[in-house]
């Protein structure tokens, strides 16, 4: 018997780090539920096949338009979320040094922690890049988070960063 699963995932992240680029690039979906929409955040599904672990997981990925200025929006945006991914643009360093602070929103708001993955993302504007991957690794590494180096516009390891969620989630229940 094959096991499935249905997890809710959070994008997290500055603006403009590329969170709807990289969601958009995995779910080969534009974005759905003009309702959401109107509340600042949205969602996309997809089915995730797992052989290894004769699984299949269903993802509905969040994701928050800007910065919605009413705590309920925030509060229906992270509830039932089972894990997220911590998104920054290795070309802007604040945007790596508030990965810390959407974390603690993000556990705040759940009121316990769930799996996070680190994605250091637009690793193919290399000229511009500010945070390198030593930086990067070391941050998530310290942090117990897995760390993927992504382009939302190459495509370079998006997918793993989305399918390493999911195995940290499929493990984590399992455990439970
Ligand atoms: P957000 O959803 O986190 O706010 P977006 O960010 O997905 O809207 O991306 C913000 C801008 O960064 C977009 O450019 C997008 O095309 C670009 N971007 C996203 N990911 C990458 C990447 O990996 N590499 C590069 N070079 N650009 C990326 P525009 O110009 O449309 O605003
Ligand atoms: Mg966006």
Redesign the pocket.
């Known amino acids: 018997m094959s096991a499935e699963y249905r997890f809710k995932i959070v994008?997290l992240?500055?603006?403009?780090?590329?969170?709807?680029?990289?969601?958009?690039r995995f779910t080969q979906q534009h974005f759905q539920s003009d309702y959401k929409r109107t509340i600042g955040s949205d969602f996309a599904i997809k089915k995730v096949e797992m052989p290894e672990r004769d699984a299949t997981v269903t993802l509905q990925v969040w994701?928050l338009?800007?910065q919605p200025r009413f705590e309920v929006v925030r509060q229906g945006f992270y509830r039932g979320a089972r894990g997220g991914l911590l998104?920054y643009?290795v070309t802007r360093r604040r945007t790596f040094l508030n990965i810390k602070n959407w974390k603690d929103e993000c556990f705040k708001n759940l009121g316990r922690e769930i799996p996070l993955i680190v994605v250091a993302?637009?690793?193919?504007?290399e000229e511009s890049r500010v945070v390198t991957t030593e930086e990067g690794k070391e941050w998530a590494e310290k942090h117990d988070h897995i760390y993927v180096e992504?382009?939302?516009?190459?495509g370079?390891n998006v997918e793993d960063a989305y399918t390493n969620l999911c195995e940290v989630m499929v493990e984590s229940v399992q455990v439970d």
Do not use: I
């Not at 603006?15 to 969601?23: E, I, S, W």
């Not at 992504?150 to 190459?154: E, G, H, I, K, P």
């Open positions: 994008m992240g500055d603006g403009a780090v590329g969170k709807t680029a990289l969601t958009v994701d338009a800007g998104v643009d993302n637009k690793v193919d504007l992504s382009s939302a516009l190459t370079k």
